[in-house]
């Protein structure tokens, strides 16, 4: 257990629905990032808070997906309007900012689309 | 796109060290080397990182060419619940510093 917990940990969802993870970070981190990761695939990078701000976003992070970190602390992704393609493993990591520090991930939000 | 470049897969023989390679010679100066693991279905677990010097924990040591421009990492006995999908990133420094994985290598302890 690194200390970042996902919820939920599973979900299946109809194509067209929306769905919602949450991710609670280590408590002192500051940054916060999500990922996503596909079969065979290593994790790819779609977004970055620092505090409660978002900084950085991949051009992965279509106009479909939306990530909040309202008080710096949790943060959520959500997925409106689901897509087969969107199922995946979806990760959050957490780290301070220091040059050098360690990002711990959580262990991932299963999403699959039917 | 990653930095680096590593074998797709590695077997090694329970209990005897397994020496992970990774090429990194595009690496700035004050660009970090780290390894992570995958064991199926879970998130990345943390192993090691280094700058420059060699570096040892408890899970693995981290060896760092003096150009480093490759690394190895070492377990040094290897058991069963080692096989993962080993990732060495060279991580960007500077806004973010986001990890950028590629594929990593899928190691298989054999026993």
């Known amino acids: 257990d690194t200390g970042v917990s996902q919820d939920p940990r599973h979900k299946i969802t109809k194509r067209g629905q929306n769905v919602t993870f949450r991710c609670d970070p280590i408590?002192?981190?500051?940054?916060l990032y999500w990922y996503r990761q596909t079969l065979g695939q290593g994790p790819e990078f779609l977004t970055y808070?620092?505090?409660?701000?978002?900084?950085?976003k991949s051009r992965l992070l279509s106009d479909r997906f939306s990530a909040e970190r309202p008080k710096g602390s949790f943060s959520t992704l959500e997925i409106q309007r689901t897509e087969q393609g969107d199922s995946a493993m979806y990760l959050c990591?957490?780290?301070?900012?220091?040059?050098?520090?360690?990002?711990?991930f959580g262990e991932g939000s299963w999403l699959t689309v039917v | 796109d990653a930095k680096t470049t590593q074998p797709p897969s590695m077997d090694c023989a329970e209990g005897r060290a397994a020496n992970l390679p990774c090429n990194h010679s595009?690496?700035?100066?004050?660009?970090?080397v780290y390894w992570y693991r995958q064991i199926h279905s879970q998130g990345p677990q943390y192993i090691i990182h280094?700058?420059?010097n060699n570096e040892t924990n408890e899970m693995a040591s981290l060896i760092i060419t003096e150009d480093r421009k490759s690394s190895t990492l070492i377990l040094p006995h290897a058991t069963l619940r080692d096989t993962a999908v080993y990732y060495c990133?060279?991580?960007?420094?500077?806004?973010?510093?986001?990890?950028?994985f590629g594929k990593g290598t899928k190691l298989t302890v054999n026993p």
């Open positions: 990591a957490s780290g301070v900012q220091v040059s050098g520090n360690t990002i711990y």
């Open positions: 990133i060279v991580r960007i420094q500077g806004g973010s510093e986001k990890l950028v």
């Open positions: 408590s002192e981190h500051n940054r």
């Open positions: 280094g700058l420059k």
């Open positions: 808070f620092q505090n409660e701000a978002q900084l950085e």
């Open positions: 595009t690496i700035s100066g004050n660009e970090y």
